[in-house]
């Protein structure tokens, strides 16, 4: 599945499927945005799995950001979804959840889950605005620095009303 998105002030984006020989990138962007970030064997196990793994590239083929979703019955589980840092503050993160949300659709998903940091307060008010809300607390999900532990924040989104109305930035 191939998206574009486009604007006056920018050249086109794509999104395109991850493969193994993307990795590479996805990794160096991976650790660049994470303290803790997945490593190569969650990407290729996700992989592996047959998730929905897609990646948003410019005109140059030069991954700007990715998103790994884990099919289920009517739902899909949001694993990871991250925008190069030196890309952040730009609406790619939008255009990845709009393009998720159509993902979801095409897999007949009606709801999408997510955990997400308490500390990441940018990321919980992206989501909040795009439709999400909370829907409980997973403790001690995340690794944390000096060996403790994060809890999460579950959001969740009903699909059958996700971003209507929103502009499709990626079609």
């Known amino acids: 599945m191939s998206a ?10 794509r999104m395109v499927p991850m493969t193994q020989h993307s990795l590479d990138a996805v990794l160096k962007i ?10 190569a064997g ?18 140059h083929g030069r991954v700007l950001g990715y998103f790994v979703v ?16 030196g890309e952040q503050g730009r ?9 998720l949300v159509r993902t979801c659709r095409s897999w007949a998903a009606r709801q999408l889950w997510l ?14 605005r795009f439709g999400f809300e909370a829907k409980g607390v997973r403790r001690g999900y995340y690794p944390a620095a ?3 532990r994060e809890d999460a924040i579950v959001m969740s989104l009903k699909i059958d009303a996700a971003a209507e109305g929103a502009s499709d930035a990626l079609e």
């Open 30 to 39: 991976e650790q660049t945005a994470y303290a803790f970030p997945w490593s």
């Open 70 to 85: 884990l099919p289920g019955y009517e739902e899909m589980h949001l694993l990871n979804i991250t925008v190069t840092p």
């Open 4 to 13: 574009v998105l486009s604007s006056a002030d920018r050249a086109p984006l």
């Open 115 to 128: 955990e997400v940091r308490p500390s990441n307060q940018r990321a919980m008010r992206m989501y909040e």
């Open 91 to 99: 609406g790619l993160g939008r255009g990845l959840l709009e393009a």
């Open 146 to 148: 000096l060996g403790k």
């Open 42 to 59: 969650n990407f290729i196990d996700s992989l592996a799995a047959s998730h929905v793994c897609q990646l948003l590239c410019d005109a």
